[in-house]
Each structure stands twice: as C-alpha cells, then as structure tokens.
C-alpha cells in the first residue's frame, strides 16, 4: 500500500517579508513550493494551515515574549528586535500559521488521514526560546506541536530529531527537563547559536532526554550516517516513541555556506527512507517534518525533492549503514551512553 503523504504549504507564508536581504527571505519557498505541488501534487495529500491560538503558543512561549513581539511590529524599524530575526507587520500572523500548518498536520496524522507530513513553513522556529526570539525564529513551530500532541492526545514520549546545521537551542530549552519529548540535535559545533555541547543532557526527569551530537565542519554523509543510524535505532527501540518529529533544516549541505558540513543532497533522501523505517518499527508510521533553514536556494529545492521522492517510495526494511572511524570516535565518550544501550 502506498504510504499516504501530505504537504502543506500556503501563500501566506511569503508574507513574512523586508526589503533589506536576509538569508531568511521568501524566495526560499516560493519556487519550491510550486514544483513540489506541480511535480507531486497528485501524489500528496495538499493540506492547509490554520493559525495557531494563543493558548497553544503559550504552551511554550511566555505572554510577556508574545507582548514583546507585538510591540516590536509596530516600530518602523524591522531589526529592532534582534540583528537577524526581522519583524514586520504580517510577521505575527505569518507566525502563528507556521505554528498552526505543524498543527493541521500533527492533527491529520493523529487522526489516520495522511501517514507522513511535510510542512513547509516559514519563519523557521527552532532556535526560538521560550522567552526570546533569535536566529531567524519567532515561533518554536516544532516544539508547539509537540505539546498540542502531549495535551490534546496525551502523547508522552515524542522523538525529536533535529538535523539542521545549528543547533535547536529552543527546542532543547522547552523540553530540557522532561522525559516526555527526547530531543536530538546533530549540528555542526562552534557556529550560532553557541550552545549543544554533549554535556547538556537534560535536568531532572529529563536527564538522559537530550542528546547533542556537536560535530566537525568537515563530517558528511558517511559520519552523519553512521552516528544517526547507530544513535536512532538503538534510541527508538529503547524509548518507543509514539510520533517522530524532525526540525528538517537543509542547510548542513556541502553547497550552504552557512555552515562547513559535507552532506550531500542524496543524504536528505537517505535520512528520510530511515526516519520512515524507525516509524514504522515505533510508532505506526506517524513521521511530521518541519522544515527550519536551508538557505542556498539551489541545494535546498533539490534536498527538499530528495525527501519527497523518499517519503514517496515504498518503504524500505533494513537500511545498511557503513562504519565510520571518525563518527565511531565521537561516539566512544559520548554521555548518552550513561542513559541508553547503543546496539
Ligand atoms: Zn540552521
């Protein structure tokens, strides 16, 4: 049976917008989303977003970060926040409909209509903390639906997989001390936002639950492979989570100057068929992946296709994963050994 995969996307996005030049700027999806929905919109399910509620925002940000922004908006200077996450007047509104698109998906998977999401939504959101936004991020749209699935579903143990070059702060902050979100970062060390080291492990109930995989500018596919398919298995199948949710970032990609790692754009394609393969083991297929950076338009349209021919394909038993030395030694000493069996 043909897996059934919905894709949402919506004009609006693009409303987020200055005329200053940002990585961050709408032609990161406008051309994409219009080949995606000519070359598989038969194929996938197209979805629609709704604009996520103050009570499902506050979830994770604070009333005074929310009040924040709103008076952010309306200064005329759209920096006047921070010198990267620019804020403008639809900024708000484009906001809550990135969070609510991650929503209308985390419902429609919840509820058997579609087995995968793709949301590909904008601004990104991973790197928004509770308190503050930065990096580009307003909203955190990943760990929102993270909760909406713990309160409206009673869901309590979410696998997060973060790929994006940089790590997802955010996300690690708004679930640091439970040990009902298990969130993994894989980012490159020593770039924005600073922060990811192994050692943070989580607090409380949560330690163990955060697991940060910092490595070098020069790793790529083979190193990425291997520490993602050794960490995942052995984590999935100890932790048995009931959704898997991925901060989907393109922007690790040897051709994305923003960051020094080597993925190619076949890797996108590859993590896919494996994140597909864990979902099935664990969780009844349910896989939503949320899209955060990518900012070299050339390889984040053909990595974003990757992940749809994957998500489109049938699903694949056992995917091999090769050793690789250099991964395998970061590995070695890495503190979630205290808390899982790597198998
Ligand atoms: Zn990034």
Known sequence: MNSKV????????LDHAILRHSPENPERIRKLASIVRERYGNKCLPCQPRAAVAAEIEAVHSSFYLQQLREHIVRSDPYSYDRDTYLMEHSFYVAELAAGGCLELADQIMARDIDYGFAMIRPPGHHAEPGRGMGFCVFNNVSIAAQYLRRQYSLNRILILDFD????????EVFYDTDEVLFISVHQRGIFPFSGEMTEVGTGRGEGYTINIPVFPQFGDAEYTFLLGRILQS???????QIILVSAGYDAHRDDTISGTLLTTEWYGLITRMLKQYAHEACGDRLLMVLEGGYNPVSLEASVLATFDSLLQPRQNKIGVFFSERANQLLKNHPLRNYWTLT
């Open 6 to 13: 919905g894709f949402l996307v919506d004009d609006r996005y």
């Open 165 to 172: 070059a940089h790590h997802g702060n955010g996300t690690q």
């Open 235 to 241: 984590v999935v199948e100890q932790y048995l989570p």
